[in-house]
């Protein structure tokens, strides 16, 4: 099963799909973690990003889709059975091509995208109240989730920290480009009667249960 998660930057893809990997087993293919192992690894790729996102630039989906096209090849292969969930991609209608191009032609497809539909106020207040565990990634929110212990993580005590991105106009200038090239994927995905809407203003409790629903209808009816 291979599901994509969508939502603007605050949305809580982070948290939710820390939810459905634990509950269902399923492997995360997120473009920002793979972008900074590459990075951190000083890889061809790795360094050509870098130096583009040190510009101001985006990265050219040639990239982004040449390495999200590698990995979901070679995890597809390595784990058959179990679910592939996709973060941060595709962020564009052309990626989204893509990516239904790839799959066909390796005889698979996109069974469900879950879009987090939250409104402009909700994703500015969580992103400013964004911490993130700067050992495993967890994410915490200091008005919904504090960890147990103030400043470290529940999972593994490591330190919590902002995000170098998570300023005020950085916010605003990720969602202007999210407006802008990634929500038009809503429309792309309804047309193809993939889209599952999630209220993403709730809490991520609440939209899990849901998200749980959704997942365990689809592998229902594939396993018919
Ligand atoms: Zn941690």
Redesign the pocket.
Known sequence: MKIILLGAPGSGKGTQSQKIIKKFNFDIIATGDIFRKEISNKTKIGLEAKALIKNGQLIPDAITNELVKNTLLKRSLDNKNSGILLDGYPRTISQAQTLDKTLAENSSQIDAVIYLKANEKTVIERIVNRRI??????VYNMLHSLPAKPGR??????LLIYRSDDTLPSIKKRLISYYKNTEPLVEYYETRHKLYTIDANQLAEVGFVEIQKIITQISAKKDK
């Open positions: 565990c700067s050992e495993c990634g967890s993580c529940d999972n593994c005590n490591g």
